[in-house]
T-cell receptor, first 111, second 110 residues
Framework: QKEVEQNSGPLSVPEGAIASLNCTYS??????FFWYRQYSGKSPELIMS????GDKEDGRFTAQLNKASQYVSLLIRDSQPSDSATYLC???????????FGKGTMLLVSP | DVKVTQSSRYLVKRTGEKVFLECVQD?????MFWYRQDPGLGLRLIYF???????EKGDIPEGYSVSREKKERFSLILESASTNQTSMYLC?????????FGQGTRLTVV
């Protein structure tokens, strides 16, 4: 069964804090993982991709992948009110070629 | 930058109408997708295509069909629109990794 689980939130953090968003998936052999940001009323925007265990950093964003534990996370450092959005985790499961999305975690960053 | 363009931002159609949603991408991507997004249900895949004239059913294909006559264009067709097809429709394209989305079409069927 292809599943991607995320806490729906909202996750509330103060401006300047680190926001930590988590996602679990349901097999150990999948290779491709993605984070999308979606502002209210807008379409999802691809912000990070990660394919191997460990951390991948891009500006204030860090994606972390642990295949043994089947989770992927997104850290946002120095959170800004403009980061307030829903963050979607997506996985390309082994043997498939389409993205399976979680339902997203709403992040609220307060000034 | 990848650009995926959907023909309409907002559409209002009547029950029973045949509805066409058009999507064009400018990055020569082989893969194109149609999703719908509903509150509480997340993104659900309707149909996808790996190549011109190829199509594959996604998770919720009932009541929909698709057409891909050219590589850059992928159309979603609601054969006979119903009120339960009121939703946000999102087109996306990819080379095989992360997909890039169009701006979405909010369809209301009355």
């Amino acid at each position: 069964q292809k599943e991607v689980e995320q806490n729906s939130g909202p996750l509330s953090v103060p401006e300047g804090a680190i926001a930590s968003l988590n996602c679990t998936y349901s097999d150990r052999v999948s290779q491709s993982f993605f984070w999308y940001r979606q502002y209210s009323g807008k379409s999802p925007e691809l912000i990070m991709s990660i394919y191997s265990n460990g951390d991948k950093e891009d500006g204030r964003f860090t994606a972390q992948l642990n295949k043994a534990s089947q989770y992927v996370s997104l850290l946002i450092r120095d959170s800004q009110p403009s980061d307030s959005a829903t963050y979607l985790c997506a996985v390309i499961y082994s043997g498939y070629s389409t993205l399976t999305f979680g339902k997203g975690t709403m992040l609220l960053v307060s000034p | 930058d990848v650009k995926v363009t959907q023909s309409s931002r907002y559409l209002v159609k009547r029950t029973g109408e045949k509805v066409f949603l058009e999507c064009v991408q400018d990055m020569d991507h082989e893969n194109m997708f149609w999703y719908r997004q509903d509150p509480g249900l997340g993104l659900r895949l309707i149909y996808f295509s790996y190549d011109v004239k190829m199509k594959e059913k996604g998770d919720i294909p009932e009541g929909y069909s698709v057409s891909r006559e050219k590589k850059e264009r992928f159309s979603l067709i609601l054969e006979s629109a119903s009120t339960n097809q009121t939703s946000m429709y999102l087109c996306a394209s990819s080379l095989g990794g992360g997909a890039f989305f169009g701006q979405g079409t909010r369809l209301t069927v009355v």
